[in-house]
């Protein structure tokens, strides 16, 4: 049933516990209903027993999909009338997007999210990622047209991802049942029941609010009290006066039976997004995110899912003096491997977006996710282009290979819906006190964490780059093509000429190649087709109020050139400036960013790399370049991709054991020769400022 349809059939009486006809319209609302109704489509059919489903199975997973354009459903702009996910669903966009080489399109979250007061729906307050219901949202489109957009995908052999986000829901219907003690709701959520004569202990709700988070000294007196397990290793989004803890009290609240309840509740995140309780005796969690799953993969037709936030699953008291263990829990591993088997029961695959450590990374990667988003990777490419330095990101790229956590499990990524990351935890956290060899010395992870984070802040923001902006502790609100220019040095995006342009061109197809030439799934964005510079601060003033800056890296984008004179998107997004045009301007031209990019994705299809492995990361003897080494591509082929993250050009020797010796070798991207592996394993390689090759291997 559509929301709309719901949510406007609204009952009769007061809108509070009191009111059965209230509390059954909240009920039929519900999140936790919908899996039970869609459950229902599943249980006892041979349906779930067709695929295999314990172990995740990366390299099938990448075969399938090997490319991906991740669509923001709040920026892409349409034609006049048309939704975003018709749009989506265009037949014309999946033929432009397969001539590219890109095979999969990862929708974004497009159900409804946000929260509910009485009867009124709210909006959302994280980009859509507060989930309240498996409808779709209207704003995005329809049911019909999701499924339709899965069949045209089809139709080009072509993959549609969906997102579900098992660690948080919005304040929906579930929330506001388990704020009245209704059933198993209650159990849905990490929420504490205080008792009345502790009502003393919780902040006073401020009037048009319907919770309040709890200070340092509250929650240490509720901990104290035996009610919650206190501090947590960490406070995402932390904001003095806003957000001092992950723990936030309800007013009070009315159930069924009369009783009002005031209760604590945990959020790793916003204020507005209630954390799930994955080991409550109902199980309520499990049933609820297991039925949004089924409801994507088996009602509207997706191949694939994200897990959204998944390494917060887990929440256990720490030893005394010491925060509660809420990363890296076993209890995240177990909820993934249950959510990931569902979804490989039903044929598709799922992947992890998850900020935690490479340990953390390659364990739950065992049994959950098939494919994990390349945090590692991420803030280091981005730090070796903004530094002419590839040091850092040879050190990540050593401990995820050191550490087996395989590239080609790994989804390698330009700009997303969120900032440039630069919380390192694996070096902030978990490895604090080891000791890196970094730049000749040897320096602690805690010590390193702050240098890389101060260098990105440097050579991006301020005055070196005031388009972008520094996002709470997380990173760095930009757009690919903003990086680029803040670390070329160009501080006013309105005084571009056509030769900086040229030269942003080329930097973004540096990094583009960065992560495509490696084994894993490339993704890219609108933004990144498009070359989209950030949105002024002023143009969406009212999305910065709570100091939430990503909003400015999501402007409106028109990838086919169907609304020319739109100055947003339906989602409301003011368009942003685009440095590259539209798909059909790019394709036309041989030297534009998108042909470019085709031609790189073309060689990276003809030599196997996506599905190859990475078995190298050599010593170089350029700081600005790196060097990558893949056997077992296409023919079990050797190749080998060499990247100069500098301005200048250089002659650097790439020096490798599995470099076949004696073999001719040419430069995949040119079809020129480069020269003959010598007996020591090496050859010579010349380079422009931010240029990069490709070297394929034929033995003579």
């Known amino acids: 049933m559509e929301s709309t349809e719901w949510s406007d059939r609204r009952p009769d009486g007061p809108y509070t516990g009191a009111n059965p006809a209230y509390v059954d319209w909240l009920v039929d609302g519900s999140m936790l209903e919908s899996a039970r109704r869609v459950g229902t489509r599943f249980t006892g059919t041979g349906t779930v027993w067709q695929y295999p489903f314990a172990t995740p199975n990366p390299r099938a997973a990448v075969a399938k999909a090997p490319v991906w354009f991740t669509a923001y459903p709040s920026s892409m702009i349409t034609r006049e009338g048309e939704s975003f996910l018709a749009a989506l669903g265009d037949d014309e966009l999946w033929a432009t997007l397969a001539s590219i080489g890109i095979r999969a399109v990862h929708t974004g979250p497009v159900k409804r ?13 994280d980009g859509h990622f507060d989930r309240i219901s498996t409808d779709i949202d209207p704003a995005f489109g329809t049911v019909d047209e999701f499924r339709s957009m899965s069949q045209v995908a089809q139709a080009h052999g072509g993959t549609v991802i969906d997102d579900i986000v098992p660690a948080h829901t919005g304040k929906g219907p579930d929330f506001r049942l388990a704020e009245m003690g209704v059933g198993d709701y209650p159990g849905i959520f990490h929420m504490v029941e205080i008792a009345p004569e502790h009502w003393p202990l919780l902040p006073e709700i401020p009037p048009g609010a319907d919770s309040r988070n709890l200070d340092e000294a509250q929650e240490a007196a509720l901990t104290e009290a035996g009610y919650i397990v206190g501090p947590l290793q960490r406070v995402i989004f932390g904001d003095p006066g806003v957000k001092d803890t992950n723990w936030s009290a309800t007013a009070a609240v009315e ?6 309840r005031r209760w604590v509740y945990l959020h790793y995140f916003k204020e507005g997004q209630p954390s799930l309780n994955w080991l409550d005796p109902t199980f309520a969690a499990a049933r609820l995110v297991v039925g949004d799953a089924l409801h994507s993969i088996g009602v509207l037709g997706a191949s694939a899912l994200r897990l959204d936030a998944n390494g917060f699953l887990g929440v256990e008291k720490g030893a005394p003096g010491r925060p509660a263990w809420s990363e890296g829990h076993p209890l995240s591993i177990a909820a993934n491997q249950l959510v990931a088997s569902m979804v490989r029961k039903l044929g598709g695959f799922t992947f992890q977006e998850l900020n935690l450590t490479v340990d953390d990374i390659r364990t739950m990667g065992a049994a959950g996710a098939d494919l994990s988003y390349d945090f590692v990777n991420r ?7 903004a530094t002419g330095d590839t040091a850092f990101l040879r050190l990540t790229l050593t401990l995820a290979l050191r550490a087996g956590v395989s590239t080609g499990s790994l989804i390698h990524a330009l700009q997303n819906h969120d900032e440039v990351t630069y919380e390192l935890v694996h070096f902030a956290d978990l490895h604090r006190d080891d000791l890196f060899d970094y730049r000749g010395e040897q320096v602690r992870g805690a010590d390193l964490a702050v240098r890389i984070r101060g260098e990105l802040i440097d050579t991006l923001t301020g005055a070196a780059g005031p388009y972008n902006a520094i996002f709470t502790t997380n990173g760095i609100s930009s757009t690919t093509a903003s990086v680029v220019c803040a670390a070329l040095g160009l501080r006013d995006l309105d005084a571009l000429t056509d030769d900086d342009v040229a030269a942003v061109r080329r930097a973004h197809l540096l990094l583009a190649a960065f992560n495509a030439l490696q084994p894993g799934v490339f993704a890219l964005s609108g933004w990144d087709l498009t070359g989209m510079l950030p949105v002024s601060r002023g143009s969406v003033a009212p999305l910065l109020a709570d100091g939430d800056t990503r909003w400015i890296h999501r402007g409106g984008y028109d990838l086919l050139g169907h609304a020319p004179d739109a100055l947003a998107s339906a989602g409301g997004m003011p368009r942003g400036r685009s440095l590259y045009g539209t798909l059909p301007d790019q394709l036309a031209d041989p030297d534009s960013f998108v042909s470019r990019l085709r031609d790189i994705l073309a060689v990276r299809d003809r030599l196997g790399l996506a599905t190859g492995r990475q078995v190298d990361v050599p010593d170089v003897d350029h700081p600005g370049v790196l060097v990558m080494v893949h056997d077992q591509c296409a023919d079990e082929a050797t190749t080998a991709t060499v990247l100069n993250v500098g301005p200048a050009p250089v002659t650097t020797v790439v020096r490798s ?21 010598a007996a020591d394993g090496s050859v010579s390689v010349h380079l422009d400022g931010h240029g990069m090759a490709c070297l394929g291997f034929t033995q003579r």
């Open 113 to 125: 999210a946000g929260g509910i007061t009485g009867v009124e729906l709210t909006p959302s307050i």
């Open 255 to 260: 159930g069924p039976d009369g009783v009002s």
């Open 379 to 385: 803030p280091a490419y981005h730090h070796a282009l």
């Open 657 to 677: 054991a599995h470099l076949p010796v004696g073999a001719q070798v040419r430069d995949e991207l040119t079809g020129m020769p480069v020269g003959i592996v």
